[in-house]
């Protein structure tokens, strides 16, 4: 599976972006789908993730009630919808496809990533 994701860019705080990540194959819609973020000299984090059916969805601390995930199974596409951006949102944004069907928020439970997308938000 081949997971790309677009739709970064440089942002003032308080606005808004739609990440969306597409994969290459319809393999991806029976797994839980992921973004995690990265941020210079930082470690990679988790953003939220959702199950294979959408049915679930899971948020870090740090984003919930300013992030949404959702997904299209239908096109193969996961988004991940920004909102209310801080500072601190500033990172390298990476979709990726779990090994299994369920959420998680644990990195080694994703089997493919995706290259990034810049996400910038200036003050």
């Known amino acids: 599976v081949q997971l790309q994701a677009s739709g970064g860019g440089l942002v003032q705080a308080g606005g808004s972006l739609r990440l969306s990540c597409v994969a290459s194959?319809?393999?991806?819609?029976?797994?839980?789908m992921g973004w995690f973020r990265q941020a210079p000299g930082r470690e990679r984090e988790f953003v939220a993730a959702?199950?294979?059916?959408?049915?679930?969805?899971i948020y870090a601390d740090s984003v919930n009630g300013r992030f949404t995930i959702s997904r299209d199974n239908a096109k193969d596409t996961v988004n991940l919808q920004l909102s209310s951006l801080k500072p601190e949102d500033t990172a390298l944004y990476y979709c990726?496809?779990?090994?299994?069907?369920?959420?998680?928020?644990?990195?080694?439970?994703?089997?493919?990533w995706g290259r990034g997308t810049q996400v910038t938000v200036s003050s």
């Open positions: 990726a496809a779990g090994y299994r069907s369920w959420v998680s928020a644990d990195s080694t439970q994703y089997a493919y």
């Open positions: 194959r319809r393999t991806a819609s029976n797994n839980a």
């Open positions: 959702i199950s294979w059916n959408g049915g679930r969805t």
